[in-house]
């Protein structure tokens, strides 16, 4: 997959610069203004085309999608009200079609190679979008401030949700934000407790260990000795359910250390040298192949069968991607009651309570196209669409709502949104959590043998994909 898009991105490259620029005509703003107010009035009729990738994750029902919503569901019925108005409002027409997964981007990426214009507005898969960035396929978001304000990170995301689609100084992806579920299902990777099953076994409720501060390392231990049930030399009830590198992402990060840091002089490297993180390697390795081993189940290890078995009773723990936790896949929601949303036990290096997560990708990213019939009304659409929905204009009132219908307990929702609000990108596309991968299929290596294998491949990495977004980053959001 790395490969593919990397070459992708390559051919694109070489072939735009021929083909769609030679044919871009000059846009214009085709509008009505209120001369005192300066406010749009009318757009003139404009229709604008938005290709939008609907995932498996939840259905795929293409043909029932509402703005990426569940037809029949809340959320649809106010997204469909807000293009209503909208196109009342401004006279103009929101067109959006709908692709199973990564069609729309693969559709986009042949038609804008040839000059010949597929959407307005693309929206789909962070990881998959940002291959067209290079070439020239987008228009920068902050080209178009006047009409989106990109720093307004609970409308549009954080700075860190969208490092995936920053490069050379300029944005080119934007996220729903502020609309409940779009997003909430694209980050990683938060530990989640059987709580009734624990309970049985003795252990406290994980929550009130969270509250105190107290859900570090060693409490984490005692846990999974604690939840593991041994008879006539069977384990019975493991300890944890885990796919190895969810496991191994969050560890590693779990005393505070980042993956990539900056130097005095504003270059990178990659951080998992420094001894911070070399702790948090040791505590992984202890975990999973060394001390605490028989604790974990080490044979369903693929992310379905982990939450399987985690669901079936026969895990106390698991570690998830958020998608498993509610919508179409949401297995643990539909089969366990009183389920615990825990973050990752800390390591001695942090202050107790450090809450992190990571993503892959975010599933709702916007991006324009270079060749939209008029970028400029596009945005203007875009801006008015993505308000807030009625009824859920804060973040709390969307966290009631999530609490209500998917969480045993507030401070299960409390802790999933403090994880989604700090997020950061994991670059895995790009290769980097290969290594955490390697810390466990090369358990009998020495682990600064394994860290100088990866020392010079992850530093090109960091040059090549990596600098250039960090750069832009410290741009586009100054402290």
Known sequence: MKRTIKFIAMILSLMIFATACGQATEEVFDVSFNKET???????????????????????????????FNSGTLFADEAAKRISDIEKTYNCTIDPFYNIDGASLDKFNTHSLSGVFYCDVLQGRSDLMSSSIKPGLYQSINSLSEYIDYTDSEK??????????????????????????LNYSSFGYPFVANMTLASSLGIPDLRETVENKEWNWEKFEETLVKGTVIEGGETKIYGMSAHPPYLGEMLLRSNGDAMIKAKDD????????????????????KIYNGEFAYTIDHV???PDPVVNVFVDGLAILTVV????????????????????ILPIPTGPDVEPGYIFSVHESMRSMMAFSILGKNVESSAFIIDKLYEPLEGFEDKEEIK?????????????????????????????????????????ER?????????????????NIINSEIASAKDTMKELWPE
């Not at 504003?266 to 390795?285: C, H, M, P, V």
């Not at 989604?420 to 980097?432: P, V």
């Open 443 to 459: 358990k009998n290596k020495a682990i600064s043998e394994i860290i100088d294998s990866y020392k010079t491949k992850n530093q």
């Open 321 to 340: 991607d958020t998608e498993q936790l509610f919508g179409y896949n949401g297995k643990i929601s539909k089969n366990v009651e009183n389920y615990a």
């Open 400 to 440: 009631d709502f999530m609490a209500y219908n998917y969480f045993f307990d507030d401070r299960d929702a409390d802790i999933f949104f403090k994880m989604f609000e700090n997020t950061e990108y994991n670059y895995f596309i790009e290769g980097m959590r290969l290594f955490n991968e390697s810390v466990t």
């Open 38 to 68: 300066g406010i749009v009035e009318d757009l003139n009729g404009f229709t604008m085309t938005y290709a939008i990738t609907t995932s498996t994750l939840f259905g795929d029902q293409s043909s029932e999608s509402v703005l990426g």
């Open 300 to 302: 369903n290890t693929e």
């Open 156 to 181: 549009w995301g954080t700075s860190y949700m969208l490092e995936s689609m920053c490069w050379d100084g300029q944005l080119y992806g934007i996220l729903p934000a502020s609309w409940p579920e």
């Open 266 to 285: 504003g270059s990178y490297y990659w951080g998992y040298t420094d001894n911070q993180a070399l702790k948090a390697i040791e505590e992984f390795r």
